[in-house]
C-alpha cells in the first residue's frame, strides 16, 4: 500500500470538496490523527487542511472544550468521558449519514451506552483495547481459554496482576460473573481476590517490569494490555494473549465534534477518513490500536496482532467496555484491595 493508492481510495470517496476549511483537532500528541502521511492524504483529496492541538489528560480536554468554544471542530474522547461532554453541551451529535464508514463498524461498538449520551450517538467508535492476560507459551501445552487458570494450583507462585485497585475489582468481577460497570456483591469480589494471593509472585506496574518478569521465567500467568502484548510478542518474548470465555475489560475511544465547531461537514469528513480501512491498515503497521471498524480489522495481514486476536467479533462481544467510575466506589475498590495486600 502506497501514498498514491490512499489518494485514489480518498478523492473517490470525497470528490472535489466546494470549500477549503481548517479543521482543528483535538487529540493526544502522537495518536493516529496526527501521523504527516494521514494528514496529508486528507488534504490532498478534501482540500481541508488539518491543525492540531494537544491534551495530556482528559480532565485537560474537557477544560480546553469548556474555555475555547469554537477553537475545535474535532475530538478525541474516551468513551468513559464522552456522557460528561455531552452533558455539558461540549458536543453535539454525529450525523451519521456523513459518516459512510460507520457501516462497518459492529453493532456493540455504534450502540455503546456512553458514547450515545444523551439518546443520540455523540462518539464515532475509533480505536479499541483490552485489558486481559498473557500465558508463558513453555509453560503451557494448550492455551487455555478460562480466566480460572490464575486460581490453578499448577501456577502457584507464578503469577502475577498489576498492582492496580481498580482493575484487580475489575477483573475479580470478570471472574465472578459480574458486570465490571454494576459490581452487585463485593463481597464475592473480596473472596475470589483473597483466593488470588496465594497465587501471586509479584505485582507488576509497567510495561517493562511484566517483560522482565516474563523474560525471566518468574512468570507462567499475567494479566497484560493488549497493545503491551502485541509488542511483546513482536519482541520475541514467548508470549500469547488471551482473550477468555468469561470476557475481559475494554476501554473505547471516539471521535466526537464540539457543538460549538463552525466546520461540521469537513469535520465529519475526517472522522470518516480515520475510520476507513485504507487509513486504518497503513497506521496498524506502525502500531496502531485495534479499529472499531471490522472491515479495517479484517483487511489486515493475517498474521498481524490486531485481526488475529482482536479482529474477531466474538472477541469484541465478550469484552466488558469500562464506564465512569464514582469517587465513591473508586475509595471502596481501594481499601479492599490494600486491605488484601496487607493480609497477605
Not at 498489576?162 to 458486570?179: H, K, Y
Request: aromatic residues 10%; without cysteine; hydrophobic residues 45%.
Amino acid at each position: 500500500m502506497n501514498k498514491q493508492i490512499l489518494l485514489a481510495t480518498s478523492v473517490a470517496f470525497f470528490g472535489t470538496a466546494v470549500s477549503a476549511d481548517e479543521i482543528r483537532v483535538l487529540n493526544w500528541q502522537g495518536y493516529g490523527t496526527d501521523l504527516d502521511w494521514a494528514v496529508a492524504a486528507f488534504s490532498d483529496a478534501s482540500g481541508h487542511t488539518v491543525v492540531h492541538e494537544y491534551f495530556n489528560s482528559e480532565q485537560e480536554m474537557l477544560t480546553k472544550l469548556r474555555t475555547n468554544p469554537g477553537a475545535y471542530d474535532v475530538v478525541l474522547i474516551n468513551a468513559a468521558f464522552t456522557p460528561q461532554a455531552q452533558d455539558e453541551g461540549l458536543i453535539g451529535p454525529i450525523d451519521t449519514a456523513l459518516v459512510e464508514n460507520l457501516a462497518d463498524v459492529p453493532d456493540n461498538l455504534t450502540n455503546n451506552q456512553d458514547l450515545n449520551a444523551g439518546g443520540a450517538l455523540h462518539g464515532v467508535p475509533w480505536t479499541w483495547g483490552l485489558t486481559s492476560f498473557a500465558v508463558n507459551t513453555g509453560e503451557f501445552d494448550q492455551m487455555p481459554e478460562s480466566i480460572e487458570v490464575f486460581w490453578d494450583k499448577a501456577h502457584e507462585g507464578k503469577v502475577s496482576i498489576r498492582d492496580d485497585a481498580l482493575e484487580a475489582v475489575q477483573f475479580a468481577a470478570i471472574a465472578t460473573g459480574q458486570d465490571i460497570n454494576n459490581i452487585e456483591d463485593l463481597d464475592a469480589i473480596e473472596a475470589k481476590l483473597s483466593a488470588l494471593m496465594p497465587q501471586i509472585k509479584t505485582y507488576w506496574g509497567s510495561e517493562n517490569d511484566w517483560n522482565q518478569f516474563m523474560a525471566a521465567g518468574d512468570l507462567d500467568v499475567a494479566t497484560f494490555w493488549s497493545g503491551s502484548a502485541s509488542r511483546s510478542m513482536a519482541a520475541g518474548l514467548p508470549v500469547q494473549f488471551v482473550v477468555p470465555k468469561e470476557g475481559a475489560i475494554g476501554w473505547l475511544d471516539g471521535l466526537s465534534i464540539p457543538a460549538s465547531s463552525t466546520k461540521k461537514e469537513a469535520a465529519h469528513q475526517f472522522i470518516d477518513w480515520m475510520i476507513d480501512p485504507e487509513f486504518y491498515v497503513k497506521w496498524a503497521a506502525e502500531g496502531a490500536p485495534a479499529s472499531a471498524n471490522a472491515k479495517a480489522a479484517a483487511a489486515l495481514p493475517d498474521d498481524a496482532f490486531n485481526r488475529r486476536v482482536l479482529g474477531d467479533p466474538e472477541v469484541v462481544a465478550r469484552v466488558q467496555f469500562q464506564r465512569p467510575v464514582s469517587d465513591e466506589n473508586r475509595e471502596k475498590y481501594l481499601e479492599l484491595w490494600q486491605g488484601l495486600k496487607a493480609a497477605q
